[in-house]
């Protein structure tokens, strides 16, 4: 049985489409998968999501018929042709009102867009999943990509086609289903009530323009930093690292054993800008002396340098971290998505448009192993807790 016990399920049931007996796969069984996670967290409720313009009907109706508890019904208005980014950011205040401890997106939901707004892990194409330690455990990913993926909750999850078709086929609304449905619950909210986001992150993950000078503002007006590999660039990680309440008072060269990735308070990840393993062995000490775990790109895994169990992705860890140092990655979609519940990220990497710049807080254009490795000494020579980052 779950341990997180009264847990609510949003599941999302997309914008339009056939409603009643006639609703997708994708509903059927993420209604399916909701309802086995509540009665095995010993309470809560299944509570199904829609959004649209405030004209057509959205299939929440059929939701309620095949189990779901109750609906809420988003409309974004006038900005329904503003494109995935407006239903994104109606679909996540209708989820803030929730709380829930898990998101499946049943149908077409802009999954990594909701996921960036609402700073929660996000785990696509799953297979089976269940709710252990307050945590997700899945198998997810396509072909020879299958893996088993852990994070914490609260999570986002899409369930991939085939393990849908194979639910859904188990469980078809009736008649009296549908009839049931008409007495449930349905809150419908206008735009006023939604809000923006309000988040601060960037609206997607686009790279931002080339800087033109040493001190820029990205495109979310978050603090944004580029430099040389030389003291400027190390002072301002250590700043951070400050701020953030990770340097204190411990024994100078104190390693602390490294936490489980996905429960990790600071992530130290290295890519391929490293250039080589021994890149990643300033990684793992680095992690060590700051009490966090070390983290790789997919890009590095495939290299050799770095095990399978540190790589942070779509199909891998999911990470929610106060604090993600990332060196010489890129930052390719899939690992976005793994680290968008990071509360403060900072990048370091030669290439000024990388993705990762776009989702920083503190970007530093910069040869990652010569930075990495002021850090390191920098970190090595004073004082160090390896306490929770408060």
Same mark, same amino acid.
């Given at each position: 049985?779950?341990?997180y016990r009264?847990?609510?399920?949003?599941?999302?049931? &997309?914008?339009?489409?056939?409603?009643?007996?006639?609703?997708?796969?994708?509903i059927?069984? /993420?209604?399916?998968?909701?309802?086995?996670?509540?009665d095995?967290?010993g309470?809560?409720?299944?509570?199904?999501?829609?959004?649209?313009?405030?004209?057509g009907?959205?299939?929440?109706?059929?939701?309620?018929?095949?189990g779901?508890?109750?609906?809420?019904v /988003?409309?974004?208005?006038?900005?329904?042709?503003?494109?995935g980014?407006?239903q994104?950011?109606?679909?996540?205040?209708?989820?803030?009102?929730?709380?829930? /401890?898990?998101v499946?997106?049943?149908?077409? #939901?802009?999954?990594? $867009?909701? &996921?960036?707004?609402?700073r929660l892990?996000?785990?696509?194409?799953?297979? $089976?999943?269940a709710?252990?330690?307050?945590g997700?455990?899945?198998?997810?990913?396509?072909?020879?990509g299958?893996?088993?993926?852990?994070?914490?909750?609260?999570?986002?999850?899409?369930?991939?086609?085939?393990?849908?078709?194979?639910?859904?086929?188990?469980?078809r %609304?009736? !008649?009296?289903?549908l009839? %049931?449905?008409?007495? =449930?619950?349905?809150?419908?909210?206008?735009?006023?009530?939604?809000?923006?986001?309000?988040?601060?992150?960037?609206?997607?993950?686009?790279?931002?323009?080339?800087?033109?000078?040493?001190a820029?503002? =990205?495109?979310?007006?978050?603090?944004?930093?580029?430099?040389?590999?030389?003291?400027?660039a190390?002072?301002?990680i250590?700043?951070?690292? $400050?701020?953030?309440?990770?340097?204190a008072?411990?024994?100078?060269?104190?390693?602390?054993?490294?936490?489980?990735?996905?429960?990790?308070a600071?992530?130290?990840? /290295?890519? +391929?800008?490293?250039?080589?393993? +021994?890149?990643?062995?300033?990684?793992? $000490?680095?992690?060590? @002396?700051?009490?966090?775990?070390?983290?790789?790109?997919?890009g590095?895994?495939?290299?050799?340098?770095?095990?399978?169990?540190?790589?942070?992705?779509? #199909?891998?860890?999911a990470v929610?971290p106060?604090?993600?140092?990332a !060196?010489?990655?890129?930052?390719?979609?899939?690992?976005?998505?793994? @680290?968008a519940?990071?509360?403060?990220?900072?990048?370091?990497?030669?290439d000024?448009?990388?993705?990762?710049?776009?989702?920083?807080?503190?970007?530093?254009?910069?040869?990652?192993?010569?930075?990495?490795?002021?850090?390191?000494?920098?970190?090595?020579?004073?004082?160090?807790?390896? =306490?929770?980052?408060?």
């Amino acid at each position: 049985m779950s341990e997180y016990r009264g847990m609510d399920v949003v599941v999302c049931v &997309g914008s339009g489409g056939e409603d009643g007996a006639g609703a997708g796969a994708g509903i059927a069984a /993420g209604v399916a998968v909701a309802r086995r996670l509540v009665d095995e967290s010993g309470g809560g409720q299944v509570v199904a999501v829609g959004w649209g313009n405030g004209t057509g009907r959205v299939p929440v109706s059929a939701a309620l018929a095949l189990g779901a508890d109750r609906a809420i019904v /988003g409309d974004v208005g006038s900005r329904a042709g503003d494109g995935g980014f407006a239903q994104a950011e109606a679909l996540a205040a209708v989820i803030r009102r929730v709380s829930p /401890g898990l998101v499946i997106a049943a149908a077409d #939901t802009p999954v990594h $867009e909701v &996921g960036q707004l609402l700073r929660l892990p996000c785990v696509t194409d799953v297979l $089976e999943v269940a709710v252990l330690d307050a945590g997700v455990r899945a198998r997810a990913g396509r072909g020879a990509g299958v893996a088993e993926v852990a994070c914490a909750l609260p999570a986002l999850v899409t369930l991939a086609p085939a393990a849908g078709a194979a639910i859904a086929g188990s469980r078809r %609304a009736t !008649f009296a289903d549908l009839l %049931a449905a008409r007495a =449930k619950p349905v809150e419908r909210l206008g735009p006023g009530d939604l809000g923006s986001n309000g988040t601060g992150r960037l609206d997607s993950f686009a790279a931002p323009p080339p800087p033109a000078a040493p001190a820029t503002a =990205k495109a979310n007006d978050r603090p944004a930093m580029t430099a040389g590999g030389g003291d400027e660039a190390h002072r301002a990680i250590i700043g951070m690292l $400050e701020r953030s309440g990770v340097m204190a008072s411990a024994p100078a060269g104190h390693l602390a054993p490294a936490p489980a990735l996905e429960h990790a308070a600071v992530v130290v990840a /290295g890519g +391929r800008g490293l250039g080589d393993s +021994r890149g990643f062995a300033m990684v793992e $000490e680095l992690a060590g @002396l700051l009490g966090g775990a070390p983290a790789a790109s997919g890009g590095a895994v495939a290299s050799g340098w770095a095990p399978r169990s540190w790589l942070v992705g779509q #199909t891998a860890h999911a990470v929610r971290p106060h604090l993600y140092l990332a !060196f010489g990655i890129s930052g390719a979609s899939q690992h976005l998505v793994g @680290l968008a519940a990071a509360g403060k990220v900072v990048a370091v990497n030669e290439d000024a448009a990388s993705p990762i710049f776009a989702v920083a807080d503190l970007a530093v254009v910069a040869d990652a192993r010569q930075v990495l490795a002021r850090v390191l000494e920098a970190v090595s020579s004073r004082p160090l807790s390896a =306490k929770t980052v408060e």
